[in-house]
């Protein structure tokens, strides 16, 4: 599995960072981690395009986690008709996305492209998920755990989730948003990954170290970072807080690579 962060910035896109998104490979299928803005262009830098994705998998609904969802939809039916072989699925925490995404798809005539080049059966799906495993398609499973980061918004549907990915034997869990107090990052889950992606905004460092000294993981890779977080000298600052952790830590930046 290879694992390319196309974007690492937190709520806003920085001088050096995109929003968050992270690309996945893995036996010659493509796959993204969220898509906030930037990410389509990100592709296109790395020689990719949105038809090329298999999946899309939002841990939040926030802004800077979806934002490139649109025009992912709209280039991957422009270009379905370069890879008749390949469907592309975008999996939502909230349902009620979906309507307004269908919405906005139908406003730019953006199915058109598809049903015009007789392929409509395979266009680009939006679909909900929920609590649990949902995602298999005999490359790469996918298990969603419930995060507090939305529970100011539960009222209106809001829901989060940290994702485990698992493939050919290799297993990474991505964080998504948490709290501020840190006690909904998903420790059991986490347990004994390959590798461990961690938000880095929401919460001070200091809340974090005794739930990381409990972690047991090949490595633990900071994304999503807060500005303080993308200076020199606050990624000093971390690095000293975690170097007594029995596992190495790193900052990811826009085209950290890491392969298990």
């Known amino acids: 599995m290879k694992i390319t962060t196309l974007g690492t910035s937190h709520g806003d896109p920085t001088p050096g960072h995109f929003c968050t998104s992270?690309?996945?490979?893995?036996?010659?299928r493509y796959y993204l981690v969220d898509a906030g803005e930037g990410a389509n262009p990100r592709l296109v830098q790395h020689g990719l395009c949105a038809a090329m994705l298999s999946a899309v998998w939002i841990t939040h609904v926030h802004v800077d986690h979806v934002g490139s969802v649109p025009i992912l939809c709209e280039q991957a039916e422009k270009?379905?008709?370069?890879?008749?072989?390949?469907?592309?699925?975008?999996?939502?925490?909230?349902?009620?996305?979906?309507?307004?995404?269908?919405a906005w798809r139908r406003s730019i005539h953006s199915g058109r492209f598809v049903m015009r080049a007789g392929?409509?059966?395979?266009?680009?799906?939006?679909?909900?998920?929920?609590?649990g495993a949902f995602y298999n398609d005999g490359t790469v499973a996918v298990t969603a755990i419930p995060t507090g980061h939305m529970e100011y918004l539960k009222e209106f549907g809001g829901q989060s989730y940290a994702l485990k990915i698992e493939a050919d034997g290799k297993k990474v869990?991505?964080?998504?948003?948490?709290?501020r107090s840190f006690e909904d990052f998903p420790l059991e889950a986490a347990q004994n990954c390959d590798a461990v992606f961690c938000e880095l905004t929401h919460y001070p460092?200091?809340?974090a170290i005794p739930t990381?000294?409990?972690?047991?993981?090949?490595?633990?890779?900071?994304y999503h970072l807060g500005g303080l977080w993308q200076s020199e000298e606050g990624m000093k600052k971390a690095l000293d807080m975690c170097a007594h952790l029995p596992y190495p830590v790193e900052f990811s930046y826009d085209d950290y690579e890491l392969e298990l």
């Not at 992270?22 to 010659?28: C, I, T």
């Not at 592309?88 to 995404?101: H, K, T, V």
């Not at 869990?173 to 709290?179: A, E």
């Open 212 to 222: 990381f000294e409990k972690l047991r993981t090949g490595c633990l890779v900071f």
């Open 173 to 179: 869990l991505f964080t998504g948003d948490l709290k």
């Open 205 to 207: 460092l200091e809340n």
């Open 79 to 102: 270009y379905r008709k370069n890879y008749p072989d390949l469907s592309l699925r975008i999996y939502f925490p909230e349902e009620q996305m979906i309507a307004g995404l269908e």
């Open 22 to 28: 992270v690309l996945l490979e893995q036996g010659g």
């Open 119 to 131: 392929n409509a059966d395979i266009a680009t799906k939006l679909l909900a998920f929920k609590e």
